[in-house]
């Protein structure tokens, strides 16, 4: 069964960071791109940034380049997100996706709320 | 940058036809995908690569997409199927999402 599970959420004051895991499992996640999407109150699906299988192919939304970096250890099975400079408005639910390249299977999500 | 754009809302009685669409430039040529989320959950995959259902989705669902519009089509609507539904292609090694539309089943 295909698991992904997020972690490393929480409360953080603006221009502080935060580092973001997803945890996979039930598949080979070395053969698959992966993803972050969020979620902020109310509001739709954003997306975040992607990394492909082998690491060599990065992309970033234009409104966290710069500020966030993804990556991942495909010998721990893991996806990451490191998040600094953060603003209010990456307040969210971010979440893992698995990309075949639609997203069939995502994480419950891990929220992050930017407050001082 | 590519804009994929959602009506807000859609309003169908149980048993009938709801059609969601989302409309971007040149769409069709692209591959569109459709996601289900309800309050509190993770966002569910509908639809992808255009028509295609994953293995678990019931049969009433399907999609289309042609010229600047993709269309969800869900047949013989039922109250579990109220929730909210996004669409989603790619563009330029770039993830669009569509707004998202909340389909309510009264």
């Known amino acids: 069964e295909v698991q992904l599970v997020e972690s490393g959420g929480g409360l953080v004051k603006p221009g502080g960071s935060l580092r973001l895991s997803c945890a996979a499992s039930g598949f080979t996640f070395s053969s698959y791109s992966m993803n972050w999407v969020r979620q902020a109150p109310g509001k739709g699906l954003e997306w975040v940034s992607s990394?492909?299988?082998?690491?060599?192919?990065?992309y970033y939304a234009d409104s966290v380049k710069g500020r966030f970096t993804i990556s991942r250890d495909n010998a721990k099975n893991s996806l990451y997100l490191q998040m600094n400079s953060l603003r209010a408005e990456d307040t969210a639910v971010y979440y893992c996706?698995?990309?075949?390249?639609?997203?069939?299977?995502w994480g419950q999500g891990t929220p992050v709320t930017v407050s001082s | 940058s590519y804009e994929l754009t959602q009506p807000p809302s859609v309003s169908v009685s149980p048993g009938q036809t709801a059609s969601i669409t989302c409309s971007g430039d040149k769409l069709g040529n692209k591959y569109a995908c459709w996601y289900q989320q309800k309050p509190g959950q993770s966002p569910v995959l509908v639809i992808y690569?255009?028509?295609k259902r994953p293995s678990g989705i019931p049969e009433r669902f399907s999609g289309s997409n042609s010229g600047n519009t993709a269309t969800l089509t869900i047949s013989g609507t039922q109250a579990m199927d109220e929730a909210d539904y996004y669409c989603?292609?790619?563009?330029?090694?770039?993830?669009?999402f569509g707004g998202g539309t909340k389909l309510t089943v009264l």
């Open positions: 989603q292609a790619w563009d330029s090694s770039t993830v669009v």
């Open positions: 990394i492909s299988s082998s690491s060599s192919s990065i």
């Open positions: 690569e255009d028509s």
């Open positions: 996706a698995r990309d075949e390249p639609f997203f069939d299977y």
